[in-house]
C-alpha cells in the first residue's frame, strides 16, 4: 500500500518534541536504526520505505503496517541530508509499565541537556546491563532523531522514562542506595559498591541539583591525575567510568 | 592598536584545516577558551578583543599582540552564531618538541574522526594524566574549533602530535608495551595493566586498522553485560574506561 497524506502529516508531527508527545509516537531512519527497532521489543506503528528497500526485506512488506514511499517524497520527509531508503513510527513506551524492582540499578539522569551526551549514556548503560533509566523532565528528549542515532539503537532496548526525580528517590528511600559525584565524594575505585541504586548523573554544566544532591546517600569521586589541570570530566564519560565500576560488582 | 586587514585575513585562513598547516598556527574564540589558553604553555602570537573585554583585562590590553576589534567586524570573522568578545591565534606545538620518554603512558588515535569525540578524548586524557597523545594522519584536525571547545581547553594542556603509527610505534617496541581494544582481547578488569606504554583507540566505526592490530602486545577488551545487546561503545567511552583502569596503577 502507497503512504497516505495522513500519515505523511504524521511523520512531519513526530519530528517535533510537542508532536511526540500528543501522539504518543516517534520515528525512527535509516536502514540499520530501523533493523534495531525490528529486533527490539518496541510497538511499531508504521514502516514507510522505497522499493529498493522493500525488495532487500520482503518479509516485512506483507505486512499490514507496511507502506511504500518514493525516493522523492521520503527526501522530502527525511531528516537525512544523504539518501535514504526507511523510516519507521513506533509508540513511545508506556510509564505505566514502568517499575523499579528491589535489585534494579538505575541510571537516574538529572538534566542531560545535550542529545549527543544523551545517546552515549544511553548506549554505555546498554553495554554494561543497566536494567532502567530515569530522567529529569528537563533532560533532552530520548526519541529525538540526534539521540535515537549517538545511542546506536539501545534505547529501543532500556526502559525509560520521564518524571519527577525528588519524588521517585524518596519513593524508594528504603530499598535503594543513591549515588552521586560531587566533589565532596569518596574515591570511587576504593569504596565498596552496591546494587539496588540509583546512580544520578548530574547537568553538563551546572552538575547536580541541589535539591537530588540532597537525596544522596553516598558521595562519589572520580580523582583525578595531580598533575591535571582539568576543571571536570564530560558527563556522559563521568557516567561511563562509574558504570564501569559498578559492573565489577 | 586596532586589527589590521593582513591580520584578519589571516584569522580567516586559519578556520581551514589548510590554513593552520601553511601558517603552523590555529585560533581559538570565546572568554572562557581564550582564558584556558593564556593559562596554559601555548605560544600566543594575537589576541583581538573588543572594548568590553578590554576593559575587563586591562593586563593584557598593554601587550604588544594585543588588538582591538569592533563588535562589527568580529561578528563577522567569528565561527560563534551568538555575540563574542575575543579571539586568538597560537602557535601550532612545533614537533620537533615532541619526544617520548621511557615511563610515558601514551594516548594513540588510529583515526578519530569526529571533533567532539576527539575533543573529549583529550579531555579525559587530560583529567587523567596522560603525558602525550599521538594522532594517525587521518585522525580529525585537533586544533579545529569543535575539537577545542570540547576539550575544554585541555588540547592546549597535553602535548599531541600527527606521525605514521606504525613507524612510531616499531620505534619504540623495546621500550613500550602495545594496548588495544579487541573482540578477541583479555578481560582489562584482570589484568595487570603496565605504565610504559601505548593505549590504541580506534576508528569510530573500523575500530584498530590491521597493521596496527598486528604491533599489538597486549589485546584487551572492555566486558559487557552477559544480558546486553549493545554492538559496541563509544570511541571517547572506551577510551575513558581504559584509561580509568590504567589509573589505577
Known sequence: MQITKAEIKLINALKKSHGRKKYQAFIVEGIKMVE?????????????????????????????????????????????????????????????????????????????????????????????????????????????????????GSVFRIPLFYTNLVSLLKAHQKTHHVYGSLLSGKNIYKLPLKKSSFIIIGNESKGISPEIQDLITQAIYIPKSKHSKAESLNAAIACSIILSEFSRL
Request: include cysteine.
Open 36 to 152: 534495531e527497532l525490528i529486533r527490539s521489543q518496541m510497538n511499531i506503528k508504521l514502516i514507510a520505505a522505497t522499493k529498493e528497500w522493500g525488495a532487500a526485506n520482503t518479509d516485512h512488506t506483507q505486512l499490514p503496517i507496511f507502506r511504500e514511499i518514493s525516493d522523492r517524497e521520503l527526501q522530502k520527509i527525511s531528516n537525512f541530508s544523504t539518501s535514504n531508503q526507511v523510516i519507521a513510527v513506533a509508540e513511545l513506551p508506556k510509564e505505566q509499565d514502568f517499575s523499579i524492582q528491589k535489585d534494579d540499578l538505575v541510571l537516574v539522569l538529572d538534566t542531560i541537556q545535550d542529545p549527543g551526551n544523551l545517546g552515549t549514556i544511553i548506549r554505555t548503560a546498554d553495554w554494561y546491563g543497566i536494567q532502567k533509566i530515569v530522567c529529569s523532565k528537563e533532560t533532552a528528549d530520548a526519541y529525538n532523531s540526534k539521540v535515537i542515532q549517538s545511542s546506536m
